[in-house]
């Protein structure tokens, strides 16, 4: 006959399933709350970067939750107002990125976002005319003469002057290009001299060197600029991931 088990065997094989359990419980728990701590280890690595009163939101996706212990992510969304580009403010940004491997080490460090793969990562950053007019003035002297108008056809310079008792009005329209090192240079195109009472002057630019870059540097992220594109009062930077050299 086989033997019974007695009852202190049967109470401790229940003890320790209800522990077993509890202890899966618990673990659980803890692995769900990995990525709200690396959301916030995130966004406190990216409030330096922001100007002023700027917000900043992170949303971070990983299943299961443990593996953000290695760095690795499977969906981040980052959005927020008033990144500082160089010396550039872009008044809002997003960033959507998937299949991130990241180096939580640096980023539990201090040492801010770094991204070591990524299957994705693309960054918007939007600069309004006043903070483009803003940025060009405090860097080229010549700049404070003129005033930046962000037209959908690309942005146009205009300065007023005074020509015999005279007002005269000069645009120059121009084409944005993205040159290397997240520059984007403002590159002439059509000269037009305006008076009242006198016919319009036009003279094509084009092939003219640029007279003015803004020079966005290094951002917070490894993106690099590849796009631009120009809306009314708008300027729209597109960025994607760049890997370390």
């Known amino acids: 006959m086989p033997r019974r088990r007695g009852p202190g ?8 399933a209800i522990l077993l359990g509890a202890a899966a419980v618990g673990v659980l728990a803890w692995s769900s709350g990995l990525p709200r701590s690396a959301e916030q280890r995130i966004r406190d690595a990216l409030l330096s970067s922001l100007d002023g009163a700027g917000s900043l939101e992170v949303r971070l996706e990983t299943r299961p939750g443990y593996r953000v212990l290695a760095g690795q992510i499977d969906h981040l969304e980052i959005s927020g107002t008033a990144l500082r580009a160089g010396e550039l403010v872009a008044d809002r940004f997003s960033l959507v990125g998937d299949a991130l491997q990241l180096d939580m080490g640096k980023l539990a460090g201090g040492g801010g976002l770094s991204v070591s793969r990524a299957r994705r990562l693309d960054m918007e950053m939007v600069v309004s005319e006043e903070s483009v007019n803003r940025y060009l003035q405090a860097t080229y002297e010549l700049a404070r003469l003129l005033h930046v108008q962000l037209l959908p056809q690309g942005p146009r310079l ?13 645009s120059l329209d121009s084409k944005l290009q993205v040159e290397p090192g997240n520059v984007v240079a403002v590159v002439p195109d059509r000269l037009a001299i305006e008076r009242e009472g006198a016919q319009a002057l036009a003279l094509s630019l084009a092939g003219a060197d640029s007279p003015l870059r803004i020079e966005i540097g290094q951002l917070p992220v490894p993106v690099a ?5 120009v809306g009314e009062g708008e300027l729209h930077l597109f960025a994607s991931y760049r890997p370390p050299s």
């Open 9 to 16: 065997l049967l109470v401790a094989a229940g003890a320790a």
């Open 158 to 170: 205009l300065m007023d002057a005074q020509l015999q008792d005279q007002a005269v009005r000069i």
């Open 225 to 229: 600029i590849d796009r631009v594109t």
